[in-house]
């Protein structure tokens, strides 16, 4: 049976995700901005979180973390790389290992860019994957820490994901990410759809950072960086993807 999923509001724009396993009862959230919505979602539906994942070191996606554990006594996973800078681990893992939430085996994925120790988690029965602020919702996240060259592979990791996956991202970005897409791909019939859709979903309560990888395939200017008609329209006609994903990041990076 697939993971029962509720996504949570917190602080101005982040989202923290609970699942929970049918089977074993076994309840996970990934990443904690803050404690309290996490905690209302938890006493309203019954369940009891048993495991906390982290995907990276910023304080707002990790802030509530400390709080809940001690309120929950829940075990926490993130990366080793990054251990210094998150709270306490139960369990630190790295590239490939697997995180494990009663019947249900989630693989962890090196997606440096944003930050240098950022992972995603992959729920593949679920058709679920929590990427963060690396695979975004109409967009990627700023390269605070890492270079082009880690962020393009990294979507490119992502996108050998089976298309129906849902992604699950940190932030509703998607005002400022659908602006910036539709300044830069004009033309993109299935964006404008889309942006149509999120236009309508927008103050129903559903969440807005959440889409299928064949959407974000064929909306995310970021993952369209190796179509040629999007390298001419910004004269960039034989530019390797590299070159053109950089381009589309500066130019967001100032947008």
């Known amino acids: 049976m697939p993971l029962e999923m509720r996504v949570i509001p917190c602080l101005r724009d982040n989202y923290a995700y609970l699942l929970r396993d049918p089977e074993s009862g076994r309840v996970a959230v990934v990443d904690v901005p803050e404690a ?5 979602a938890l006493d ?4 009891v979180l048993t495991d906390i994942l982290i995907t990276h070191h910023h304080d707002d996606h990790i802030a509530g973390v400390t709080d809940l554990r001690a309120q929950t006594g829940a075990q926490v996973w993130g990366a080793a790389q990054d251990a210094a800078r998150l709270p306490l681990l139960d369990h630190a893992l ?6 494990s939430l009663g019947t249900q ?20 029965d679920s058709q679920l994957a929590f990427t963060a ?8 996240g700023r390269l605070f820490e890492g270079t082009p060259e880690q962020m393009w592979a990294s979507l490119q990791t992502l996108m050998r994901l089976p298309d129906e996956t849902r ?12 602006a910036f897409a539709t300044h830069v791909d004009p033309d993109n019939s299935a964006l404008q759809a889309r942006l149509a859709q999120l236009d309508r979903d927008r103050g129903t309560g559903a969440p807005m950072a959440v889409a299928t ?5 064929a909306t995310n200017p970021f993952l369209r960086a190796g179509q040629d008609y999007l390298k001419d329209h910004h004269g960039m006609k034989g530019a390797t993807d590299l ?3 950089t381009h589309l990041r500066s130019l967001k990076d100032t947008f």
């Open 36 to 40: 309290e919505p996490v905690r209302r």
């Open 44 to 47: 309203a539906e019954g369940w």
């Open 94 to 99: 790295s590239p490939g290992d697997s995180v």
């Open 105 to 124: 085996a989630g693989e962890v994925i090196d997606v440096p860019g944003h930050t240098v120790g950022h992972i995603a988690f992959h729920f593949p």
């Open 133 to 140: 602020d690396s695979l975004m919702a109409l967009g990627c």
């Open 167 to 178: 992604i699950c991202s940190g932030h509703d970005y998607s005002k400022s990410n659908g």
């Open 213 to 217: 990888l064949a959407q974000e395939k």
């Open 243 to 245: 070159a053109m994903f």
